[in-house]
């Protein structure tokens, strides 16, 4: 059956595509307000023109199926509300599940390790938000309103913390932004005053972003992407390799780093795989980026990506998500 799980709207004026959408993974994806252009990029095989189609048909009714390319499906159903604006609600098959175990009641922090290759120390960490239950579990947290502002006041907290009993004054921290949180005016002054407020160097706060993520309003996001390294934020494109990574995205982003999705990472035994990887660290080495390579799950690998030009390393092998005080115990063995 289909439950409603957000709105939709059509403005033909401005030739924008706005999405609501509640469930965090299918809200992280699309919502926002959208070209059909750049909407196109993120559906699994409709064009621009079909989707024009699917909004503008002869007698105003809407009924339109949408599949992202990770196989996720939503229904667009309305129709024509005046001759500028069509509107509606967007449905998804309802599949059964069990309730949830357990009441979410506080959010925590954790944070991974990032280690250096050539060092073989840790170098960064990435902030991850967990909440943590009654029963003392923790479940990942989907994308609420606010989450990274919240992530980015422990994040600065936490390094400036790890660099004190580290003595390392070059560790840096990645939190994940979505396009929702690029749409706020405020994170350009929330960077800046966290930096000065724990007296952080530039680049010591890094925003990792999606290319999913970033394909809202591509002319909105490079402007407040731009606003926010004038600040000293650093720039990480993330899961690069997932879905169609876009070169000339990547031409046009402000980035410092490249994060090579893990499923390219683990398939590195294959030898056209092993060829891609190379040839990716080469092409952010010489567009002044880093290289990470993301879910390391065999330490012995480390002098492999290395060879193939790798800067970092991230994942199991190397440091599971960790408490502030199980990361303090971490630097000091």
Known sequence: MSAPIGEWQWNRTTQRLRLSLEPPV??????????????????DGLSRQRLRSG???????????????????VHLAGGRVDEEMSRGVILSVEEEGDD????????????????GLRSRKIEGFEAL??????????????????????????????????????GNKDLFMQVNITSLDLADGQLVDL??????????????????LTEQDALRDTEQTLKRLHELREVGAGVVLD????????????????????????????????PRVETILEALTLMSRRLGMTSTAEGVEDERLMGRLRSLGFDHAQGFALGRPMSVNKIE????N
């Open 100 to 115: 949830e175990v357990a009441q979410l009641v506080e959010l925590l922090p954790v944070f991974q390790p990032i280690v």
């Open 239 to 270: 899961d690069f390799g997932s879905g169609h990574s876009s070169f000339q995205w990547l031409a046009d982003l402000p980035a410092d780093a490249l994060k090579v999705d893990a499923s390219l990472v683990q398939q590195i035994e294959n």
């Open 191 to 208: 960077i800046s005053a966290l930096q000065s407020g724990h007296d952080l160097a530039p680049r010591s706060i890094r925003l990792e």
């Open 329 to 332: 115990k971490f630097l000091r």
């Open 129 to 166: 938000a967990r909440w943590g239950t009654e029963q003392g579990l923790q479940a990942p947290v989907g994308d609420n309103a606010g989450l990274a502002s919240t992530m980015l006041l422990h994040a600065a907290e936490a390094v400036s913390h790890f660099r004190r009993i580290s």
């Open 55 to 73: 909004l503008e048909t002869p007698n105003g009714d809407v009924a339109l199926e949408l599949v992202t390319a990770e196989g996720l499906e």
């Open 26 to 43: 299918l809200g992280r994806q699309l919502s926002g307000e959208w070209t059909l252009e750049d909407l196109s990029y993120v559906l």
